[in-house]
């Protein structure tokens, strides 16, 4: 206290205007402090996320209501990972939850915590169709939370691993047959063709398989086909000679015991009578995945199937 203050402060609320002591009471509060003293107190907090801006208190996400605020944390990757996924399991917004699932920031764990939050089957279905916006490790996730099967044999037949843990889920045996027609890597096709069991689908397959490598696969599924498996997968190989030896062949078959090659005559037919050219335009990858080989065509002409035996 100074000397002048002696005989009574000068106060102004909770200073005195002479010395400059202070006192707990009248304090002028700017929300949690005072802008006079300086004093903090808890309450009027002026919140940014988990911290107050002005006293630097901190809360935990569960002290949060606000849903906007709750996703806000959860997206940002400033905030430790605990913190963001607990912000994540406040929340019960089925459009904040599918926004913080397309956010392209987002780690994985962050993305997919969200996904089974989301409880709105709709939702499921958007997020799960959305290619455009949406990971497919998170499509297939939705889609397989949903049960949607269209859109498990649509990542199937479109992407890679994805592709293959889509398939796992698919159950459907037509839209599994449409996977092994119509995907476009090798390793999921025949994976397609591996999960089939229905004569007549596989049949399907083998009159409307486009890649040799599903052909082969589901010709050597059907018993009675081993003795010619070898002669089918001779005519995709990458040989010009062992083609034409395993087309000359199917050409007596065809002409003796046609039956055998009935579900699969049409593609044999196309194969075999593609004029021979060398496939240099392509590396030996993109090839494969395409079902196709270092050099292709045959160039041969193969009987016309018959219309009944
Ligand atoms: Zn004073
Ligand atoms: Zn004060
Ligand atoms: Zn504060």
Redesign the pocket.
């Known amino acids: 206290?100074?000397i002048?203050?002696l005989f009574g402060?000068?106060w102004n609320g909770c200073k005195?205007e002479?010395?400059?002591?202070t006192r707990d009471e009248q304090h002028d509060w700017g929300g949690c402090r005072c802008i006079k003293c300086g004093k903090n107190r808890d309450e009027q907090h002026n919140w940014d996320g988990l911290n107050c801006s002005v006293c630097h208190k901190s809360r935990s996400v569960k002290e949060i209501s606000d849903q906007f605020l709750l996703a806000k944390i959860a997206k940002n990757d400033n905030y430790p990972f605990d913190t963001r996924i607990a912000a994540l399991h406040e929340i019960n917004n089925m459009s904040l939850l599918e926004d913080i699932i397309k956010h392209e920031d987002n780690t994985f764990e962050v993305r997919l915590a969200a996904l089974e939050k989301v409880n709105d089957y709709s939702t499921l279905i958007r997020i799960a169709k959305n290619d455009k916006e949406v990971a497919a490790y998170v499509r297939v996730a939705a889609a397989k939370k949903a049960d949607d099967q269209n859109t498990l044999a649509d990542i199937a037949k479109k992407y890679g691993w994805e592709g293959e843990s889509a398939l796992k889920e698919l159950n459907d045996p037509k839209l599994i047959a449409d996977v092994a027609k119509k995907a476009k890597l090798k390793g999921v096709r025949q994976k397609a063709v591996a999960k089939l069991t229905d004569r007549a689908i596989i049949n399907d397959v083998l009159s409307n398989g486009e890649y040799h490598d599903v052909i082969v696969e589901a010709y050597k599924k059907i018993p009675e086909n081993r003795p010619y498996v070898c002669l089918i997968e001779g005519l995709g190989d990458g040989q010009f000679d062992t083609r034409k030896e395993a087309a000359e062949e199917l050409i007596v078959i065809a002409e003796t015991k046609p039956e055998a090659l009935l579900p699969i005559w049409d593609w044999i037919k196309k194969t075999i009578e593609i004029p021979y050219s060398q496939g240099e335009r392509l590396n030996t990858y993109d090839r494969e995945e395409a079902g196709l080989y270092s050099d292709s065509g045959i160039g041969l002409k193969f009987p016309t199937k018959p219309k009944s035996i």
């Open positions: 206290m100074g002048a203050c402060h000068k005195c002479r010395c400059g002591e």
